[in-house]
């Protein structure tokens, strides 16, 4: 008993066949599908880019800087004290980067132009030299931050928007942590 092999070219297309140009088409539309999707999840879960525009981070990033933000790290460990984030602006419809002075419970006050954090002078080697730090609304008081929250401030004082103005910014505020 034998059995014929029958060349696919040969067979004719049925009623509900896909012809193959309809099935290129489909598979394209498929691929770009999901290269979207992909591109969508990995931006707003792993990483993502941002563009530096104000002054507030300087000398540290300065204006047209591109920056990777890491979205990821932070699911598996905690922001520390020094690292530069992203977040959302709570008036604006836009992100900021500034720098985490202090973490959930700790103490931070302003006092003679420079920034104590529980009760310690905070070494800031990343400001400019003879950078100074004051706040209107803090004055000398001593704040403590927020549970899940983060005490935040730009590394030029001067032209930064940030925590002394606005407050503590939960950590659902942040976006991420610029990658240096």
Same mark, same amino acid.
């Given at each position: 008993m034998g059995f014929r092999l029958q060349s696919l070219a040969?067979?004719?297309l049925g009623k509900g066949a896909i012809k193959p140009e309809t099935r290129q088409g489909y598979i394209f539309l498929c691929v770009v599908l999901w290269s979207a999707i992909t591109?969508?999840?990995v931006q707003h879960f792993i990483f993502t880019t941002v563009m530096v525009e104000g002054k507030s981070m300087m000398p540290t990033l300065k204006p047209g800087d591109a920056c990777v933000v890491n979205c990821l790290l932070p699911r598996f460990r905690d922001?520390?004290?020094g690292d530069i984030v992203v977040i959302k $602006?709570?008036?604006k419809d836009e992100l900021m980067a500034k720098r985490i002075i202090a973490l959930a419970g700790d103490r931070v006050q302003l006092r003679g132009g420079?920034?104590?954090v529980n009760g310690q002078l905070s070494t800031e080697s990343y400001l400019d030299p003879g950078t100074e730090t004051y706040s209107r609304q803090?004055?000398?008081r001593v704040i403590t931050v927020g549970a899940?929250?983060?005490f935040v401030m730009g590394d030029n004082r001067a032209e930064s928007e940030d925590s002394r103005y606005f407050g503590d910014f939960e950590?659902? $505020?942040l976006v991420g942590l610029i990658a240096r």
């Open positions: 040969g067979i004719r591109f969508l999840f922001y520390h004290r $602006d709570p008036f420079h920034v104590y803090l004055r000398d899940n929250s983060y950590r659902g $505020d």
